[in-house]
């Protein structure tokens, strides 16, 4: 399963990095993602790295935004700078092979003044 934590409220500008943390497997050839969901609309793609290591992201966080692994921690990470309210809403982190399919709990992130 995957756990994620690190949301919380941030005021607009500020930073936060989120963690997702692997257990009962490991990260090793698996792609590897976030999302996030705000109130009243569909989950969606932030950020995604496959088994290649190569990230893409969404046109609305690119710059900003930043995913990473450490395979050895077996957790994966989202370090969001210059936060926007438009930001806010539940983070989930993902990962998946050609076998299994993983999705965290989601953790909340809240961007206001």
């Known amino acids: 399963q995957l756990q994620a934590y690190g949301g919380g409220l941030v005021q607009p500008g500020g930073s936060l990095r989120l963690s997702c943390a692997a257990s009962g497997f490991t990260l090793d050839y698996y792609a590897i993602a976030w999302f996030r969901q705000a109130p009243g609309k569909e989950r969606e793609l932030v950020a995604s790295?496959?088994?290649?290591?190569?990230?893409i992201y969404a046109d609305s966080v690119r710059g900003r935004f930043t995913i990473s692994r450490d395979n050895t921690k077996k957790s994966m990470y989202l370090q969001m700078n210059m936060l926007k309210p438009e930001d806010a809403g539940v983070y989930y982190c993902?990962?998946?092979?050609?076998?299994?399919?993983?999705w965290g709990q989601g953790t909340q992130v809240t961007v206001s003044s």
């Open positions: 993902y990962a998946r092979n050609s076998i299994d399919t993983y």
């Open positions: 790295i496959d088994h290649l290591d190569i990230a």
